[in-house]
């Protein structure tokens, strides 16, 4: 068998246990397989066994998924030919450990220490973690109560909020319209990040009112040219702009004094919100200096926003606080611990007592960490003092793991996605850390996924822009597994058949409505007259004729606005009598062997139901 291009490091990662090692690797390459390997590398190696060993994964399906490949590994490699007595030994009486191991994910973890020491984390012992289900609606009384109280007497910071006329997308994907959606969206914000408690630095030379004056003298200055140009020329329009928005201004200004509050808001609007397209107009006919002048008034408006934001959001935070306070109380009245409790309680009892801290760090012989790209920095805390070689430590960003102890493995370039907090700065923080404190960084290039051509597209698309430039991912390019397959394309793009709308101009609206047709024509010759094989997972080495089963349509999106995107493909593969399953759709109960399903079963409870018993009869089931 030839070997693979990283060979070396996948030998390094079983039998080199006495380094704490930084497993990078793409998705394909087989670095949960890996992860396992070690464990039962370190079980055969009689290292550690099942009740001292700590695998972190991210979600509780990847958890119960890792223990299922766990036993297959234990039990694989129990039954080889070639594993010597003492190591079947003690594989046998691991087995019955694996459903007490400490397989899940972060938030189990800490659950399950706070659960053994109440006392020392300072909680009710019977608490109950929550799901945002159930401390959303409490999230949701602390912010009503506090905003009623906020209506009632405004605060300098949400006096200024509340002249936004922004929409924010609130909870289900909605667009909230007003300030209170801004508000509420701040508020969750910091509940999220309630572990830095710490007050906001305020810049104390923005002087807001001296700026906003200045602002509305330059722009006087420049709008006032207007007249200087040809009013047909679109810098001259845009110039035109700025005069409509002081006219507003000076209106306004005729009822009572000058509004502050409402001239950040108006300011921030005409600066980057739904009235600055004209800024972007040009015209053939203005003066250079002229161009240079608005163009400077853009960018000090555009300063002007940032700084007033950055003004604003400590204000804010401040007032914002009652909620987080309020929200906190409730979680305690109710029993309840949310998700970031966990992680807080729990990295306080590990960072906090040493006692405790001295007896995790002894019970726990290996921590495991799948997707370490998503560690959020509680998180990171938590692992690395229960991986510290020096009890007394209680700083984690001083400490230095215990050889062989922690094993990390993950895939920086996801870390773009900051799911729960997770960033690659932490992420390449925490790695350089281990590094230095004797550490190793192995990489895994070889994909199991793909074919090289394939590969070839994407380290031809992702190379040149992931440089490894600080606070920015490196890449590292795929390696291939096996050969291109023979007389077929691994890559097709699809043309689109009918993209043109009116005047043959190129429409979205067409080319979506043109679509289905042709994915679901292409998928009919792909199955019955391409001839293209493809291999399966239970038997990579044989090639099998392509069928329905190995063809997934994946999109980004199912619906839009009120339409089920959906729906015109599920027609057109039915209409080729194309078996497929559809997941996610939102559809399913409008379909017409559903809703005859259901007028079936609402005939069979109800016999009364005139309308139902004719929807049957009349329908396709008779």
Sequence with gaps: MTPLADQQARERIRGDLDTTLVVEAAAGTGKTTELVTRMVAALVAGRAQLGGIVAVTFTEPAAGELKLRLRSAIERERESPDCPAEARARLVAALPQLEEARIGTIHSFCADLLRERPVEAGVDPLFEVAANETTRPLFDRAFDRWFDEQLRAPSAGVTRILRRQRSERGRGGAREQGPRALLKNAAWALVERR??????????????????????????????????????????RSLLEIQRFLDEVRRRETLGPRDYDGLEAALAEIARGRRARFWNWKGWRAPPELREARDRLHERLLDFVDRAGADLAPRLRDELWAVVEEYERLKERAGSLDFLDLLIRARSLVRDDARVRTELQRDTTHIFVDEFQDTDPLQAEILLLLAADDPAESDWRRVRPRPGKLFVVGDPKQSIYRFRRAD???????????LDSGGARVELTVSFRAVPEIQRGVNAAFAPRMTGEPGRPGYVPLAPFREDPAAQPAIVALPIPAPYGDFRRIVSWRIEESLPEAVAAFIQWLVQESGWTVTEATAPERRVPVEPRH?????????????????????????????????GGTSFHVREEVEAIRNALSAVERPDDELSVFATLRGPLF
């Design 195 to 236: 572990d830095f408690p710490a007050r906001w630095r305020h810049d104390e030379g923005f002087e807001r009112e001296r700026e906003i004056d200045q602002l509305l003298e330059t722009m006087t200055a420049v709008g006032g040219r207007a007249g200087e140009l040809p009013s047909d020329d679109w810098f001259t």
């Design 551 to 583: 063809v997934c349509l994946l999109f980004r999106r199912v619906r839009s606005y009120l339409t089920d995107v959906t729906r015109p493909y599920v027609r057109a593969l039915e209409a080729r009598r194309l078996p497929h399953l559809l997941v």
């Design 424 to 434: 690659v700065a932490l992420y390449e923080a925490v790695k350089r850390q281990i």
